[in-house]
């Protein structure tokens, strides 16, 4: 079997998508697991199961959310665990490059990853919030099991889900839903029309939001010192998600004395993520490889 055909295989498997009668799939793969088990969620999104359309790297318009477990191999474990949130504007998650790519990059780092695909907002606001608590939760309950360090556990976003994972950051109400540090790339931060990305605005708070709405969902103004701190990467060539974002995040972390790291880079589109074709992929991951062996060393506060 040619490798391409292989990850073809392993991805429709993580979808949870049928295989041919004819192919063969690997025998071991990650499989989506429901985030609330067989509870319901307090609030619902209004959207149709009927309505969600699936492929091998995007879930649109979900009505529910589940989420893909990775763990590293048991001799390679640093006791470390990332709930992953893939990017999509809050109408889609983009849980293959943004998602499963990631996972299995932490999980050849020792970290475990839970890649969670988050219901979209449909204007309601607190939902995908909700979800990234409840992903963190998760990760905190079972703990002993799973061989994770309950003050090692952190959240990565891209994009929308940036602003996703910088809101979990932010937003804090309890102590088992608070991520002990934050990875963001190239993030959605304000709900400012001058500077935030349209089609998320839209979509997670509706088309014409109150001022409160604004300010709460703008994450660089609900920094505090309790923040936990942070990596952020992005292009300066971004034209899709203006790169000031990142800026106002981190200038809002320094203020608050929150160790943070934030790179730059001249050069690549929006959505490089972890992709090996962005031109300073090498750096980049060097950099957060490095930056996440110093969070598991204790150098930056992670006090809850």
């Given at each position: 079997m040619t490798d391409k055909l292989t990850k073809q295989l392993f991805l429709l498997l993580a979808a949870g998508l049928p295989l041919a009668s004819h192919a063969s799939p690997p025998e071991t793969g990650p499989q989506?697991?429901?985030?609330?088990?067989?509870?319901?969620?307090?609030?619902?999104?209004?959207?149709?199961?009927?309505?969600?359309?699936?492929?091998?790297?995007?879930?649109?318009?979900?009505?529910?959310?589940?989420?893909?477990?990775?763990?590293?191999?048991?001799?390679?474990?640093?006791?470390?665990?990332?709930?992953?949130?893939?990017?999509?504007?809050?109408?889609?998650?983009?849980?293959?490059?943004?998602?499963?790519?990631?996972?299995?990059?932490?999980?050849?780092?020792?970290?475990?990853?839970?890649?969670?695909?988050?219901?979209?907002?449909?204007?309601?606001?607190?939902?995908?919030?909700?979800?990234?608590?409840?992903?963190?939760?998760?990760?905190?309950?079972?703990?002993?099991?799973?061989?994770?360090n309950p003050s090692r556990i952190g959240v990565m976003g891209f994009s929308a889900g940036g602003h996703l994972a910088a809101t979990a950051s932010t937003l804090l109400t309890d102590p088992d839903t608070r991520p002990d540090f934050t990875i963001l790339f190239y993030p959605v931060i304000t709900m400012d029309p001058q500077w935030t990305h349209g089609g998320s605005r839209k979509n997670l708070l509706g088309a014409n939001p109150s001022e409160s709405a604004t300010e709460r969902y703008s994450a660089e103004k609900q920094v505090t010192d309790a923040t936990p701190p942070a990596f952020i990467a992005v292009s300066n060539e971004d034209r899709s998600v203006s790169p000031v974002n990142s800026v106002l995040y981190y200038e809002a972390l320094h203020k608050h004395r929150i160790p943070a790291e934030l790179h730059i880079f001249p050069e690549g589109p929006h959505g490089f993520g972890l992709k090996t074709d962005f031109p300073y992929h090498d750096e980049m991951v060097a950099s957060l490889a490095r930056w996440l062996r110093e969070i598991n060393a204790g150098k930056f506060s992670t006090v809850r």
């Open positions: 989506p697991i429901p985030l609330y088990g067989e509870n319901t969620p307090a609030e619902n999104n209004g959207m149709s199961r009927e309505g969600v359309t699936l492929t091998a790297d995007i879930l649109t318009g979900a009505a529910d959310a589940d989420y893909f477990l990775l763990k590293p191999d048991p001799d390679k474990t640093s006791g470390m665990a990332v709930v992953i949130c893939p990017g999509g504007g809050y109408g889609c998650t983009c849980y293959g490059y943004e998602g499963l790519g990631p996972a299995e990059w932490l999980r050849e780092q020792g970290i475990l990853a839970v890649v969670l695909r988050y219901r979209v907002p449909n204007g309601h606001g607190s939902i995908p919030l909700a979800d990234a608590e409840q992903a963190l939760r998760t990760v905190r309950s079972h703990a002993a099991e799973w061989g994770v």
